[in-house]
């Protein structure tokens, strides 16, 4: 914990390392990486939502001139293994990874990849796949969660049962995957003392990440078993662990290269390409690139779960919440998995509430299967309870910044999962909100404003860092975690802080995972807050080092060296003893021991919970049913700042996507399961000219589980948005939506219904 | 002497008991003494995370607790 810690270089604003080639189009992303003899590899995709796959015919494609490999299904062994980051048991289920990969028995929705082909060509490729005759026999698909819970309903997995708690009267098989509750206290007896309950039921839809940069990869197998992947990912380790188990490979073979990565947001964890590339340069014995397009992107990547969720809030006269009940049930898309457990853990966790109980299931459809999406589960599960306390607010005629400080949980409460609190920021935030100026502003003609409030855990897991010091006195900082954020610069910083030394003078690299230890992924808002831990950590072994060299200049003992503002100085001053800087150890480098490389691994807990809240203008059109976010501000307890302009952009990206998700953003699906909106023209994401500047605010409540106190920031800005913008609706229109997005076409249908 | 609690949904497989005692010097024995006294909660421990004294970890097995640590047993989480 950094207590009265005095920053030099944390908290500045440097200019990052690799900017100028991100924005002068100089950084390789996953698609540009080319090799000699490169083939190109083609995804063929069932047209159907649901079918049973009756046969498969490659050999009209294996004909084709150019063609120098296909696979399908049988080509990805039917594992039965769990992957867990970090080691251990669980995570990711290889047998559904390997099976949407490539569908074995059945096409589970529409985009679910039947057989591949690599070619001479890109064209090549497409047209041969064209000609692999697929019989199909179709099946009616489940699309939504009402669908999936009908009675006889079509089951998409024959063997699906319901773990965790299960209904006792729940069907076998089924397509509930799973049933999870959370309780405290005496929920009917809540009910019983409260003044006023509310309760709605809402439901939020499926939405994609929207990352810029397609999937893409090149893989090469090469003739003695070594294996080479260049990806675009957020996990080089859960790509190369991941590709192991699926196709039952040593894990030693395998070496995988990140690219740069044009954004994620949890999107880019799961593997699409990477063991079919695999999978296909080992019958061709060449390396193969595979890119997905736009379309595919949509249709087979993971999106994240759309949800139903019915809330019920209690509470007394003076807003005091004393009971809430809600049940979430959230889309996985073809395979278990959804993020309804998260959800149900998070949907109360801002307050206070002595009875509760939250159940949570985790429904397949005939959809892609989710993947994460910045604060998995969060956001639909605040949209709900976020909206039942607007509501109880203007019911009751409480300011809604104040009901919720009035209920707001702070240091020492229980979380609705178990643990206590540690330091939180969560009253800070609000107060902040409140005191902003812009809750206060007037408002024009046709526009209302809304408030909103959203937790995440953030996560900690394993990293690994590399600190090496050259003779000129510059150092490099190594990690394993791509950069998504402005990581890199933070952890030049952090070396900055730890050693004296200028930031542009420490370059950070992003490794392969030949050359550095494992590290888990890029996400969960855990770099700068874990791999940041190792990096320092490491920085630390480095500045170790450098006493001792010092040390041996002065040929003192260890001890009597300490090191204060970027100088090896000694306890016991003598005239040959005046501090010495990094730059004039580092000259000696070679004189007293050669090269110094600092090194560092941590498994950190998660860090501490991070809070953010929002304000929100909307103006509405009433005769169009279009709608403008005018000034929207989000505020947000981020532990400490180590690059405050990296921690806004993440505030800013969290809020603008989550402005698209509550406003035009949704999977449009044809009744037979066909996505009619594969495309930025029509899945419409908010742009830079659809949004105003986005103001924020840093509010900084130490983490004690981190020396800087850093907190973690890119995954809760993206929660408050959805009930924010939809109480700035219900504001301006004296309409409490409870189905997004708030597109035009549905705001304009109930402006004439009301 | 560590406490763990069990969150409603693990009540099935501890037979209703609520919390549990236990005199365990580290998260790896307490977790012994719990699937000894309760080996349905094996299987679905696999899918836990265990909080120490309101910090979550993935793998404690080696964490020390300390004389009324509190522990809980929480669903993994996966972030974006």
Known sequence: MSGERKFRYVGTRPVRHDGLDKVTGRANYGADFTLPGLLHGYVLRSPHAHARIVSIDTSAADAVPGVKAVVTGADIPKSTAMLSLGGGKGGFDLADMGDNLLAHDKALYEGHAVAAVAATSAEIAREAAEQIAVVYERLPPVLTVDQALAPNAAILHDRLVTKGQPLPDAPTPTNVAMRMELRGGDVDKGFAESDIIVEYEFTTPMVHQGYIEPHACVARYGEDGQILVWTSTQGPFIVRDCCAGILGLDAATIKVVPSEIGGGFGGKIPVYLEPVAIALSRKAHRPVKMVMSRDDVFRASGPTSGAKVRMKIGVKQDGTIVAASGSLYYEAGAYPGSPAATGAMCALAPYKIPNFVIEAFDIVVNRPKVAAYRAPGSPSAAFATESVLDEIARRLGFDPIDLRLKNAVEEGDAAPYGPKYGPIGLRQVLEATKNHPHWQAPLGPNQGRGVGCGFWFNAGLSSSATVSLSSDGSATVVTGNPDIGGTRVAQSIMVSEELGIPVERVRATVADTDSIGYSDLTGGSRVCYATGMAVIKAAQDVRDQLRARAAKIWDVDVDSVAWNDGCAVPLEPADDRTPLTVHQLAEKIAQTGGPIIGRASVNAPMAGPAFAASICDIEVDKETGVSRVVRYTTIQDVGKAVHPSFVEGQMQGGAAQGIGWALNEEYIYSPDGLMQNAGFLDYRMPVASDLPMIDTVIIEVENPLHPYGVRGVGEVPIVPPLATVANAMRDATGIRFTDLPLSPPRVLEALARY | ?80
């Open chain 2, 1 to 80: 002497m560590a406490t763990i609690y069990f969150l409603s949904g693990l009540k099935q497989y501890t037979g209703g008991v609520e919390s549990l005692t236990v005199d365990a010097p580290r998260v790896r024995e307490l977790m012994q003494a719990v699937t000894e006294r309760f080996p349905a909660l094996s299987e679905p421990l696999q899918m836990m995370s265990i909080a120490v004294d309101g910090a979550i970890h993935r793998h404690p097995d080696y964490l020390k607790l300390s004389a009324g640590s509190e522990v809980h047993l929480v669903p993994r989480i996966s972030g974006g």
